[in-house]
């Protein structure tokens, strides 16, 4: 269960436990929560176009590219997906975070 409790903790948190270092008991930072826009109609297209089945399927396609290119943003610039809830993401960016951040 242990070799499992990564997928579990937050990319900055893994760093910092990977490193050895304290966990902080406070931190400052800013909290991001994205979610998709026109999710519910995109659901009732899909699914009224294509089927229950097909819909979910063509649906998870579309969610997965949207998380795949919104992660790489954030990891980018050195934020941590804190969780996902349907099609949000809520994500956090620690101002004392020295993660990899490339702006260019």
């Known amino acids: ?28 930072g ?5 979610d998709i826009s026109g999710f519910t109609a995109l659901t009732e297209r899909l699914s009224g176009t294509l089927g229950s089945r097909r819909g979910i399927e063509a649906l998870t396609s579309q969610i997965n590219t949207v998380y795949t290119a919104l992660i790489t943003e954030i990891e980018r610039y050195g934020g941590s997906v ?11 960016f620690d101002n004392n975070d020295e993660g990899q951040r490339d702006e260019g």
């Open 1 to 28: 269960m242990t070799n499992n409790l990564h997928t579990y903790l937050p990319q900055d948190r893994r760093r910092t436990l990977a490193q050895g270092e304290t966990l902080p008991d406070r931190t400052s």
């Open 30 to 34: 800013t909290a991001l929560f994205a």
């Open 82 to 92: 804190i969780s996902f809830a349907g099609d949000a993401v809520m994500c956090w």
